[in-house]
């Protein structure tokens, strides 16, 4: 294919009028797709519905401790899902405290219980001249949504096929006491699909931050999350690294089955230091005398272990694989040798980052809605909706079916074309 720079105007005009024939076409039979958000497809949430039998009015509702897990007490979960969560993040036991159901819920309230009483006894955040957040971007908008929330000022950094840029990050971190965290998505990284480096966690570990009270916020989302048997990403554990770095306390890891189970019923986790853990604890005191253990029991019988994730996880990848193909199929047909956009094929997670070219992302967005697909806003994965080259998309493959995301990508890519043809003949 010849590259849309390459063109003359004429070339640029003559395309121009067939791709809006083309898109006229695509939008006169009023189509109604999603790629908006990474949610689970039913077929998906069905591989878990034997979950909702394991139970009945008969069943033993003891767990391992011995405790009836209708009843009031072990705050901190019960011990047979403590262990299945610590398997899942690579840790041991004592670094692992349950809460809900949702991971999201969890830095929610790390962040609201740092801006109240602080952290490990460094002075609240609500007391502080500034807060400052390091955001990795293109990142997931929902971390972004809760710094945004409670006023802590966000700055970018820039990611790299390795993991965020550790130059940056080290360099930052070290100058300004201000700055109390980042958020990171480590493996199959929301929306680029990339997984940090042994060196980029390494660096991490060994970070020197000026502020006593920086925490790492590792929000571990994909850990089993693979799309591929034969081709998987692997992460180094961090906490043992930031063990032997000498570091212990500076990362909280968040964990859940929300993917896994059921998106809106599943357990959720927070891993870190048994120093971090006492200093959670105290607030969680106050705050409920336990989560749902009857959930937590649930999961146990029906996973039993990690080797129960991990069969299961197969299923997930054997639905999630031909989605992702089917869009990256259409993306390369349609896409390669244009020059105008990017795109990494992910080995896991649940998304695909496009980056288009600069000034175009919020114009194709549109453009595709307008035939039809709806996609996530362009912009959502920087901090306050504002991507500064107005460049990078979101594409969510795993709630349509196969056949509609070949549709939903041949939209998108023709709105691409379009709106690329259009910038070319405006320089």
Known sequence: MKAYSQMSKEELLALQQELEAKYEDVKSKGLKLDMSRGK???????????????????????????MDCRNYGLMEGIPEANRLMADMAGVPKKNVVLFGNSSLNIMFDTVSRSMTHGVCGSTPWSKLDKVKFLCPVPGYDRHFGVTEYFGVEMVNVPLLATGPDMDVVEKLVAEDESIKGIWCVPKYQN?????????????????????KDFRIYWDNAYSVHHIYDDQQDEILEILSECEKAGNPDMVYEFISTSKVSYAGSGIAALVTSEANLADVKKHMFYQTIGHDKVNQLRHVKFFKDMDGVRDHMKKHGDIMRPKFEAVLKVLDRELNGLEIGSWVAP???????????????????????????????????????????????????????PEELAI??????????????????DQ
Not at 191 to 211: C, H, M, Q, Y
Not at 369 to 378: Q, S, Y
Not at 408 to 425: G, P, Y
């Open 40 to 66: 689970p497809a039913k077929t998906q949430l069905d591989l878990a519905k034997g979950m909702m039998d394991v139970l009945d009015s008969d069943s033993d509702m003891n767990c391992e401790a011995g």
């Open 191 to 211: 929306p680029t699909g990339i997984s940090f480096s042994d060196e980029t966690v390494r660096r991490f570990a060994n970070l020197k931050p000026a502020a």
């Open 347 to 401: 080995r896991g997670g649940y998304f695909i980052s496009f980056e288009a070219l600069d000034g175009c992302a919020k114009a194709i967005v549109s453009k595709a809605k307008e035939a039809g697909l709806v996609m996530t806003g362009a912009g959502a994965t920087y901090p306050y909706g504002k991507d500064p080259k107005d460049s990078n998309i979101r594409i969510a493959p795993s709630f349509p079916t």
């Open 408 to 425: 939903a990508a041949e939209i998108f890519v023709l709105s691409v074309k379009l709106i690329s043809v259009d910038k070319m003949l």
